[in-house]
Structure formats: C-alpha cells, structure tokens
C-alpha cells in the first residue's frame, strides 16, 4: 500500500473500533441520540488527527469532521478583518461590503450543506471559496465589488436637490446645474469603469467630485447652505464642521453612542494628518486620499 492508502486505511479502523465502542457503551445495545454528538465529535477529531497532514485536510476540513461549521463561526472574525482593513484604507467601502455580503452567501451555503452531512464536492467547493475570499481581502481587493456606485446614487441626489429647492436652500437654476453636474460625474465613473474596476486615484477623483456636489446642495451635517454654492470647503473646514455634527448626530439617534466613538477615533487620525499635509505641503494624491476619508465619515453621519 501506498502511505495515503496506510493512513485511510487506519482511519477506518480507528472510526470502526471507537463507533463500536460507542454502541457497547449503550445500554441494550441501542444508539441513542444522547450519544451520537460525542461519537461524531470524537470520530471526526480522530479522522482529522490521522489523516489532517498527511493527506492535506484543511482545518475547515477537520472542523465539518466534528460535526461544527466552522465558517460560521468564523464570519465575526472575518467580518472584524475587514472592518480593519476598511479603517487602514487598505480596501474601499463598496470591497468591504461585498466581501462580507459573499462570506454570508458562504455561511448559507454551507448551512445547506450541512444537511446532507458534506460530501468531499461540497467540502471542496466550500474551501475554495473561502480561499478566493481570504485571498481578494489579502491582496487589497482592488477593483472587488465595484459598482457603478454614482449612476445608482443619482435619483436620491436629484430628490436631495429638490428637497433643498423646496427649502429655498437652492433656486431652481442652482438646481439645474447641479444635476447637469451630478451627470457629467456618472459619465466620468462610466469611463473609468470601462476596464472593469477604479483605481484608487479614480475613485478618490470621483469621491471629491460628489463631495464638491454635496457642499453645493447645502443639506451636509452642518444643515448650513455654504455662502457661495459653487464652491467646495476646504478640509479643514469639513474637519471642523464634524467634529460639531458628530455630536448632534449621537444626540439626535442618529448614530449610536459607539458608532460616534469610532467616528471620533477616526476624526482624530484624520484632524493629524491634515495638519502634517498642511507642514509638508501634500501631493495631490495625498490630498485626495484625506478627502476621500472625510466624505466618508461624512456620510456614515448622514445615513
């Protein structure tokens, strides 16, 4: 026999004597069903012990074995990772979503085929995607879950503007444009999505461009309408304004009191690194970058 066979060869034997073992136990040698949990614990950790080395069993492998599933009780730590690696910037918003919209379809397959006991396709599958997943999170899933984000978003900005225009915030001509305007960045995103995904200096354009185009709609969370509607506010401005509207956010319920926490960590890194691009005059992409940051605590304090 080959060293594979010798060891599933042993496996068998072993899964034979302890299933026996489980039966002599029983009384009148029946099985009950208070004993099959321990029984299915115990010949999948051996199953796991014999052959997890040998013949490459993964630990999602040995965890199915025992009767557990593991990739559900592994989603808060998947979910924590990307969350980590969504605040480092390591990975955009729209990535982060989709990785763990896909590990939740993952969990629900996998609870599907947890019905039938697993077969060595289903546990196959199984682990390729979760590799496909940790893989894309590893490598900084560039391009993953992109979406044209701003053609979708822009029925909720031309009912913004119309809120405001009802408000007298904006006059019908300041409406216009900024839906002409609004238009001309869906056709800027169509562009830079011709070959399938942003790079992070076209999403950073795009993300300034909308924030510009907020400012202008005047109904951001300083609830303020800017003196001259053309023209954007500056990072330190927006910092400020933040920093008032976190507060009356977690006050009014519209955050929680440990969503305003973290927004307020995350307020704190970026009020320092606007003050070092300031003392060391920042590229533009370094400029970008921090405006991209911003809008984005911007809107987790307008949803």
């Known amino acids: 026999m080959t060293k594979p066979q010798l060891a599933l060869a042993a496996a068998s034997a072993a899964l034979t004597l302890v299933a026996g073992a489980a039966a002599a136990q029983t009384p009148y040698g029946q099985t009950t069903t208070q004993t099959q949990p321990t029984t299915r614990d115990t010949l999948g950790a051996i199953a796991g012990a014999l052959l997890g080395d040998r013949l490459g069993i993964s630990q999602l492998d040995q965890g199915w ?22 605040r480092s910037g390591s990975i955009s918003s729209s990535a982060a979503a989709r990785l763990k919209t896909d590990y939740q379809a993952l969990v629900t397959l996998e609870t599907q085929y947890s019905a039938g006991g697993f077969s060595t396709q289903e546990r196959a599958d199984l ?5 496909a997943l940790v893989q894309t999170l590893d490598s900084g899933a560039s391009g993953y879950g992109e979406t044209a984000a701003v053609a979708e978003g822009r029925a909720a900005f031309d009912a913004r503007v119309d809120a405001s225009v009802n ?28 070959d399938g995904a942003l790079s992070t200096s076209e999403r950073a354009d795009l993300d300034a461009r909308l924030d510009a185009l907020d400012v202008r709609v005047g109904d951001g969370p300083t609830g303020t309408t800017p003196t001259t509607p053309t023209a954007p506010l500056d990072n330190r401005t927006r910092l400020n304004a933040l920093d008032g509207a976190v507060t009356t956010a977690e006050r009014s319920g519209a955050v929680s009191r440990a969503d305003a926490a973290d927004i307020r960590v995350e307020l704190g890194d970026l009020d320092r690194l606007e003050a070092a691009y300031r003392r060391l005059s920042a590229t533009s992409d370094d400029t970008a970058y921090l405006t991209r940051r911003i809008g984005e605590l911007e809107a987790r304090i307008r949803r």
């Not at 557990?68 to 969350?83: I, M, N």
């Not at 682990?127 to 590799?131: I, M, T, V």
Request: zero cysteines; proline letters at 2%.
């Open 127 to 131: 682990n390729s995607r979760y590799n």
């Open 167 to 194: 408000a007298r915030r904006l006059t019908r001509t300041q409406a216009t444009q900024l839906k002409s305007d609004y238009q001309s960045v869906v056709q800027i995103e169509t562009n830079y999505l011709a």
């Open 65 to 86: 074995l025992r009767g557990t599933r593991p990739l559900s009780e592994g989603q808060a730590t998947f979910s924590t990772r990307v969350d980590t690696s969504q």
